[in-house]
C-alpha cells in the first residue's frame, strides 16, 4: 500500500447531545479509489464536510498530504476538487461561462484558466456541449458537469458525494469511464453512493459507517468472502414481530430486519434446509409469502446484515 494522502484519527462531530461521527479513524492511500457507504444520517455527510474543511471538528485529527487540516487549512483544500451532490451551478449560464467562474474563485486566469476548462470538458465528455446553456442539459450532463466544475484547481484528491443520483445508464457509464481514467492518472477518489453495485465495481475498498462509528473496512471482495454462504430472502405479505424475529435468529445467521419489516434474510450453507425450516414456521404459514429467492452473497447483503438498513433511499 502507497503512503496515505487522507489520514483521520479519532474524528467526532457533535451537535448539542448528539453525536453525528463518533470517534472514527482510517487512512486512504494515494491514488486509491475509496468508498464511503452508509444510510442516512450515518454521518457520511458529517464526515465529508470535515474532509474537505466546510465543517470544524469537534474532536480529532485530519491530515492530508501530510498537513493538517486545522492548521493549514488553505494549503490543504488547494489539494482537494469537492463533487456535492446538490448541482452546484448556474443553470442560465452555458458549460464554459460556469467553469469561468468557479476557476476564476480557484485563482485561475487567462491561458491556463482556458486549459483547464477544456482539459474538464474533455475529462468528463462535454467538449461538444461547450457554449450550450446548463438549463438544457440532461441529467446526466449536469452531473458530469459537477464532476468538471471539481477538477478545475487540478486536485490530487476529489471526493464525489452520490455522483451518479438520477442519471441513466448511458451517463452512469459515462461517469465511471471519466473516473477509472482519473484514478489511473494517480487522482485519488473519495466515493459516496447508494448504489451498492457501483462501489463492489469501482472501489479498492470501502469503509461501512453506521450510526457515526464505522463498523467495517476492507476491500468489496474481502467483505463477500466473509459472507460466502448463499443468502435466503423472502418477503412477506406482512411484519415480523420480534417474537417470530426470534424463532428466525435460530434457524440460522439472520441479518437485521430492514425498514419494512417485511424481507427476510438468512446467510444459509443448505439453503433447501434453510427455507425448509422457515416454511414450516406456522407464524410464516399465517402471514404467507410473496417472494423467495436465493442468491450469492454481494456487497449489500454484508451492508444488511452489518447495518440492518438499506443503503438506497427507495429500498424496499
Not at 71 to 86: E, H, N, R, S, T
Not at 149 to 172: F, H, K, Y
Not at 286 to 314: A, M
Request: hydrophobic fraction near 40%.
Amino acid at each position: 500500500m502507497t503512503s496515505p494522502i487522507i489520514e483521520v484519527e479519532n474524528l467526532k462531530k457533535s451537535y448539542g447531545h448528539f453525536l453525528a461521527v463518533s470517534g472514527i479513524t482510517f487512512q486512504i492511500s494515494s491514488g486509491e479509489f475509496f468508498g464511503l457507504l452508509g444510510p442516512n444520517g450515518a454521518g457520511k455527510t458529517t464526515t465529508i464536510g470535515m474532509l474537505t474543511g466546510l465543517i470544524s471538528p469537534t474532536d480529532g485529527k485530519i491530515l492530508i498530504d501530510g498537513h493538517n487540516l486545522g492548521k493549514q487549512p488553505d494549503l490543504c483544500k488547494a489539494k482537494i476538487g469537492l463533487v456535492p451532490q446538490d448541482f452546484a451551478f448556474y443553470p442560465m449560464l452555458n458549460a464554459k461561462d460556469n467553469l469561468t467562474f468557479f476557476g476564476r474563485i480557484y485563482g485561475l486566469r487567462g491561458r491556463h484558466l482556458n486549459n483547464r476548462i477544456n482539459e474538464a470538458l474533455e475529462i468528463v465528455v462535454l467538449s461538444n456541449h461547450i457554449k450550450q446553456p446548463v438549463a438544457t442539459f440532461s441529467n446526466g450532463m449536469k452531473r458530469r458537469l459537477n464532476i468538471a466544475i471539481g477538477l478545475l484547481n487540478s486536485p490530487r484528491i476529489i471526493i464525489l458525494d452520490e455522483p451518479t443520483v438520477g442519471v441513466d445508464a448511458q451517463s452512469r457509464s459515462a461517469i465511471f469511464d471519466s473516473l477509472k481514467e482519473l484514478n489511473k492518472s494517480g487522482v485519488t477518489i473519495m466515493y459516496t453512493t447508494h448504489y451498492m453495485e457501483e462501489a463492489q465495481t469501482l472501489c479498492e475498498r470501502v469503509a461501512i459507517i453506521d450510526k457515526g462509528q464505522i463498523v467495517r473496512l476492507a476491500s468489496p471482495s474481502e467483505l463477500i468472502r466473509k459472507f460466502s454462504d448463499p443468502v435466503v430472502k423472502i418477503e412477506l405479505n406482512n411484519r415480523v414481530d420480534p417474537p417470530l424475529y426470534e424463532r428466525l435468529k435460530t434457524i440460522g445467521p439472520l441479518a437485521p430486519l430492514d425498514k419494512t419489516g417485511r424481507w427476510i434474510r438468512v446467510k444459509s450453507a443448505n439453503p433447501a434446509k434453510t427455507v425448509s425450516d422457515i416454511l414450516g414456521l406456522p407464524e410464516i404459514q399465517k402471514i404467507g409469502i410473496q417472494s423467495l429467492d436465493v442468491t450469492k452473497p454481494n456487497l449489500e447483503d454484508v451492508f444488511l446484515h452489518l447495518t440492518g438498513h438499506s443503503l438506497r433511499d427507495n429500498e424496499r
